[in-house]
């Protein structure tokens, strides 16, 4: 049995054991309990199969390192409690499209976000801007002066508006642009995928690719190479 959502903590703690693997989305909403550290725990533990998970308004305030048996969730909405650090622990969440945890009192974002090649949309108040860990790199919103170091092969950059992006390291294999409005003439000649989203204010005739790169997109994608 499959089951696609859980609206209460009550549900959550009376489900029986031999459910646990088909529940898909738990959303959570003004959970005052001070127990929801624990339901929170308690979630990463047992429903490992979730693909969205939202805990909101509430007194939230630790994302255990559990955070990283949930390793088929796409989107992480805890926005609007009293979190304070991520754990590095999340970059292990590679199928993440989307985070939210905006309205919290993070101060900290561990540099293992950067693992997160395919997220497109974070919401959390910016701490940094780039994020680098061994040969992957994420970068919130590209600016003239980033660079980028030689060893990364894995780019993610979450917001190109209005920016040119002709001089990336030739390394590079993997790259996925969102909100991309200008032209790429110069992609690295080792590019093998270009992941563009939201590339309205571009056509194909604005792409060139390299050889036998594949290529990714919304507005693009049933273009014939």
């Not at 590079?172 to 992941?195: E, G």
Request: hydrophobic share 40%.
């Amino acid at each position: 049995m499959e089951l696609t959502c859980l609206i209460n903590i009550k549900q959550i703690l009376e489900l029986e054991k031999h459910y646990y693997l088909g529940v898909k989305y738990i959303q959570l909403y003004a959970i005052v309990d001070d127990n929801v550290n624990n339901i929170l725990e308690f979630i990463c533990e047992n429903f490992r199969n979730l693909l969205e998970l939202t805990i909101t308004s509430s007194n939230l305030s630790i994302i255990p390192k559990k955070i990283k048996n949930l390793i088929k969730l796409q989107k992480l909405d805890l926005s609007n409690n009293k979190i304070t650090i991520v754990p590095k622990e999340i970059g292990e969440l590679v199928d993440l499209t989307e985070i939210d945890l905006e309205n919290n009192q993070i101060i900290e974002l561990p540099n293992s976000l950067a693992n997160l090649q395919n997220l497109s949309i974070i919401d959390v108040k910016k701490i940094k801007n780039v994020y680098i860990y061994n040969n992957k790199m994420l970068v919130l919103r590209w600016k003239d002066n980033i660079i980028v170091p030689e060893n990364i092969i894995y780019l993610n950059i979450l917001n190109a508006y209005n920016i040119f992006l002709d001089n990336l390291p030739y390394n590079i294999q993997y790259l996925k642009i969102s909100h991309a409005t200008k032209p790429m003439h110069n992609l690295p000649v080792t590019l093998k995928t270009l992941d563009l989203d939201y590339s309205k204010d571009i056509t194909m005739e604005d792409i060139k690719l390299p050889f036998g790169c594949k290529y990714i997109g919304q507005k693009l994608a049933n273009y014939k190479l």
